[in-house]
T-cell receptor, first 113, second 110 residues
Framework: DADVTQTPRNRITKTGKRIMLECSQT?????MYWYRQDPGLGLRLIYYSFDVKDINKGEISDGYSVSRQAQAKFSLSLESAIPNQTALYFC????????????FGPGTRLTVL | GQNIDQPTEMTATEGAIVQINCTYQ??????LFWYQQHAGEAPTFLSY????GLEEKGRFSSFLSRSKGYSYLLLKELQMKDSASYLCAVDWTGGFKTIFGAGTRLFVKA
């Protein structure tokens, strides 16, 4: 079984709709992250969480919100989806410690029409 | 800024050696990661360098020069399955912040 899972894997939605992407992990890691990936731009951090009570904005948080329901679960919401949020979204986890090796989920391909 | 620069694309031949370079801003630098990402898949960890020098791991090696703000990933005995994007990512001091470069797409041809 995969250590980091994401649901859904693919989603097509319309402008203005609310969307939730979910991430679960069985690695027992405290740190969780949400990234989006666009061609030519690499991975950009949306939000990160160091533990259940700690939520932080990344470099591109506008238009997104998150919820850390438990150590193992971290959800990303798009309150009112717009076409430029069409991207590949990755969840990742890492252990607390001096290095921050990240383990990624399989990704969610989101298309906003 | 925290610019991370790496070539957009490279092409190499099966069985050959290829070097993928990455340069970054040295201020606040803590360490450097390399990840591999096949098309449509998740990035996977390859290496982490914090000290100067070369670290070898099978066919893959990673080099770091902290003073020059420079790293490279060396892939030997290239195989077709090495066709992927290679992401350079820098770990900065002063609180969490790992920044990813845009990635280098490597095409391995027969």
């Amino acid at each position: 079984d995969a250590d980091v899972t994401q649901t859904p894997r693919n989603r097509i939605t319309k402008t203005g709709k609310r969307i939730m992407l979910e991430c679960s992990q069985t690695k027992g890691h405290d740190r969780m992250y949400w990234y989006r990936q666009d061609p030519g731009l690499g991975l950009r951090l949306i939000y990160y969480s160091f533990d259940v009570k700690d939520i932080n904005k990344g470099e591109i948080s506008d238009g997104y919100s998150v919820s850390r329901q438990a150590q193992a679960k971290f959800s990303l919401s798009l309150e009112s989806a717009i076409p430029n949020q069409t991207a590949l979204y990755f969840c990742a986890t890492s252990e607390s410690g001096p290095t921050d090796t990240q383990y990624f989920g399989p990704g969610t391909r989101l298309t906003v029409l | 800024g925290q610019n991370i620069d790496q070539p957009t694309e490279m092409t190499a031949t099966e069985g050959a050696i290829v070097q993928i370079n990455c340069t970054y801003q040295t201020s606040g630098f803590n360490g450097l990661f390399w990840y591999q990402q096949h098309a449509g898949e998740a990035p996977t960890f390859l290496s982490y360098n914090v000290l100067d020098g070369l670290e070898e791991k099978g066919r893959f090696s990673s080099f770091l020069s902290r003073s020059k703000g420079y790293s490279y990933l060396l892939l030997k005995e290239l195989q077709m399955k090495d066709s992927a994007s290679y992401l350079c990512a820098v770990d900065w001091t002063g609180g969490f912040k790992t920044i990813f470069g845009a990635g280098t797409r490597l095409f391995v041809k027969a």
